[in-house]
Nanobody, 116 residues
């Protein structure tokens, strides 16, 4: 049974930092392209960052480039998103996604709220 469990969300002031984690199980983590998406109220879900399976190549949305870092720990089967210089527009529910040969698996999401 595939499971993705996000954690690390919360309330943070503008300019602050948070690290999100996504603990995975039930599939071969090393074979999956992993992604973070986010969805703000009233908006469509958007891709934030991705990391490939073989080379750990990373890609970022322009809106987070230089502020967010995606990484993965193959030993712990865990995906991370380090977020810094947070802005109010980063407020959203963040979802972990595993892409295993075109099959998409999702976590339940973790809320990030950036507010003073």
């Amino acid at each position: 049974q595939v499971q993705l469990v996000e954690s690390g969300g919360g309330l943070v002031q503008p300019g602050g930092s948070l690290q999100l984690s996504c603990a995975t199980s039930g599939f071969t983590f090393s074979l999956a392209t992993m992604r973070w998406y986010r969805q703000a109220p009233g908006k469509e879900r958007e891709l934030v960052a991705s990391i490939s399976s073989a080379t750990s190549r990373t890609d970022y949305a322009d809106s987070v480039k230089g502020r967010f870092t995606i990484s993965r720990d193959y030993g712990q089967n865990t995906l991370y998103l380090q977020m810094s210089s947070l802005k109010s527009e980063d407020t959203a529910k963040y979802y972990c996604n595993a892409d295993l040969y075109g099959y998409y698996y999702w976590g339940q999401g973790t809320q990030v709220t950036v507010s003073s």
